[in-house]
């Protein structure tokens, strides 16, 4: 039987922005501490760059996580927007993507995880990966409704379909 305890199970009840340091060091990722609930890193992924940034709410035992794309979007292709964001945050397992409504905003990967009984440095990993990893996988199909002229089904079946072998 797992412990209720943090520190039983590897998990550290001080502050995981702590743990999100150690990984970002191990990483070799730039990263700012602005203050201590706030850490905020750069990471060049392989589509664009991606703005990560942690914030740990100790009142509430949550740390949230927003990785926002190096893409600026106008607000006339917003409203092309919105039915693909729609169909993407319906295939999603964890967190979800937004558009933040001031004019030129980026797209953003957000995801929130309660921790009040603190954080595995696993934990912290993962939250980094699956972020990324989810801001990789759907960036061509944004790319794609946005400067193509293919409709929001179109662009999402091309990002989800199964690929077989190597080129």
Known sequence: MTSLWPEANGASSANPLDLAEQVLLDRDWAFDRPETQELLADHAG?????????????????????CAMDTKIA????????????KVNS???????EMPEEEGGSLTFRYALLAKTGVTLETMEDLLDIAVTECERFYPAFQSLLWGDKSADDVLKIV????VGEA
């Open 91 to 97: 295939k999603m397992w964890l967190g979800h993507f």
């Open 75 to 86: 607000p006339k292709m917003a409203a092309k927007l919105y039915p693909l964001l729609a």
């Open 46 to 66: 392989s589509w664009c760059n991606y703005r990560i940034s942690l914030n740990w709410h100790e009142e509430f035992g949550s740390l949230t996580l927003a």
């Open 160 to 163: 989800l379909m199964d690929t």
